[in-house]
């Protein structure tokens, strides 16, 4: 059975940094595979949304709202990938999930951020 398991949430100031991790277990083909790895999130009141996305050779994508503040990367040898957010504002503030898409869409049970002074 496959399982996306994220850690690394929490309680931040506005301008401070977390970096999320998302590890995949249960795979019976190589992670390096996966076709699409992204980070959404559902902010309080609002739907949920992508937020950035990786593909299997490595291009990223995310929404203009984290560009130049938030890093998408993958790291294939830990079935693991990862995002690195830096200079957090209080609308950052969410339940962040992991997804991936080889085949099947799977998906983390989500991990906390909360920015707050």
């Known amino acids: 059975q496959v399982q996306l398991v994220e850690s690394g949430g929490g309680l931040v100031q506005p301008g401070g940094s977390l970096r999320l991790s998302c590890e995949v277990s249960g795979i019976t083909f190589r992670f390096a595979s996966m076709d699409l790895l992204a980070w959404y999130r559902q902010r309080p009141g609002k739907s949920r949304e992508l937020v950035a996305q990786?593909?299997?050779?490595?291009?990223?994508n995310y929404i203009d709202a984290v560009k130049g503040r938030f890093t998408i990367s993958r790291e294939d040898a830990k079935n693991t990938m990862y995002l690195q957010m830096n200079s957090l504002k209080f609308d950052d503030t969410a339940v962040y999930y992991c997804?991936?898409?080889?085949?099947?869409?799977?998906w983390g049970q989500g991990t906390q951020v909360t920015v707050s002074s």
């Open positions: 997804h991936a898409l080889y085949i099947y869409e799977y």
């Open positions: 990786i593909t299997k050779s490595g291009s990223t």
